[in-house]
């Protein structure tokens, strides 16, 4: 069941990222305990996230780190909740709309569209890192997290990482 696991999300990532895209090696989904040594008990989804962070964090290097919870500065003290993950969420509404793929710190490429990147089919993935997920923790009760929810709504899960 696991190499079935595998091998959707290795299908999943090469649809994603199109032909002749370079990415570095892929790691394999590991079962992660669900218990989480950390502050908030999850994982931070930046460095973990198998649809748009599948080799740990874009920005630090990270791989399957703990939520640092009041100690990052995504984290929202008073909401106690990953802001990160509210901004992912803009993000994709923004693509569905606008269909710009977004860049780092909430900029988006000027110009022409990126057909590639929303109207794609809608899918639903079944996230193996799901119980232990900072994003999925923060939305409510059977909401999905941002990059499942990008590609629910047919729009590139790579739209969350600002």
């Not at 190499?3 to 002749?20: F, I, R």
């Not at 895209?21 to 008990?41: D, F, M, Q, W, Y």
């Not at 809608?122 to 890192?129: E, I, M, N, S």
């Amino acid at each position: 069941m696991e190499e079935q696991s595998n091998g959707a999300v290795s299908a999943l990532l090469k649809q994603m990222t199109g032909p002749g895209a370079s990415r570095p090696e892929k790691r394999r989904l590991e079962a992660i305990p669900v218990v989480v040594e950390g502050p908030t008990g999850a994982m931070c989804a930046a460095t973990m996230c198998p649809l748009f962070a599948p080799d740990g964090s874009p920005w630090t290097g990270h791989y399957r780190s703990a939520c640092e919870g009041e100690q990052c500065g995504f984290y929202d003290k008073q909401g106690s909740r990953c802001e990160g993950g509210l901004h992912a969420i803009d993000q994709v509404r923004e693509s569905a709309v606008t269909g710009h793929a977004p860049l780092q710190l909430n900029t988006f490429v000027h110009g022409a569209a990126v057909p590639s990147y929303f109207n794609r089919e809608k899918r639903t993935f079944d996230c193996p890192y799901a119980g232990v997920c900072q994003w999925q923790k923060d939305v409510p009760t059977g909401a999905l997290c941002p990059p499942r929810h990008a590609l629910s709504i047919g729009v590139d899960p790579r739209a969350c990482a600002y």
